[in-house]
């Protein structure tokens, strides 16, 4: 069975970090390009970070620029997403989702498959 679970979401003050995990099951990851995305109730799904499998290219949205940070370990089947000076309106669900043919990095139409999600609140 082919899977993807995220872990490491939770409450954070405004400043605060948080490293989100993607772990597969199922499938080596290190075929996919695997991308991050958020869901703030009310608004649609938004990119928010990819890595390439190719050649480990990584895409980030301008509001997380500088803050968030992805990674992956191939030995341990997982990719990280590494967020820095969080902000209110980093609050959402995040999911991770792997694409066998690396496209539009933004587009959630172009992933195969998705995590469950995983709940990020920035909030005092």
């Not at 003050?13 to 390009?33: N, V």
């Not at 341990?76 to 999911?95: I, R």
């Not at 195969?112 to 995983?118: A, S, T, Y």
Request: charged share 15%; proline share 2%.
């Amino acid at each position: 069975q082919l899977q993807l679970v995220e872990s490491g979401g939770g409450l954070v003050q405004p400043g605060g970090s948080l490293r989100l995990s993607c772990a597969a099951s199922g499938f080596t990851l290190d075929y996919y390009a695997i991308g991050w995305f958020r869901q703030a109730p009310g608004k649609e799904r938004e990119g928010v970070s990819c890595i390439n499998n190719s050649d480990g290219s990584t895409y980030y949205a301008d509001s997380v620029k500088g803050r968030f940070t992805i990674s992956r370990d191939n030995a341990k089947n997982t990719v990280y997403l590494q967020m820095n000076s969080l902000k209110a309106e980093d609050t959402a669900v995040y999911y991770c989702a792997a694409d066998v043919l690396f496209g539009t990095w933004y587009l959630p139409q172009e992933y195969d498959f998705w995590g469950q999600g995983i709940q990020v609140t920035v909030s005092s």
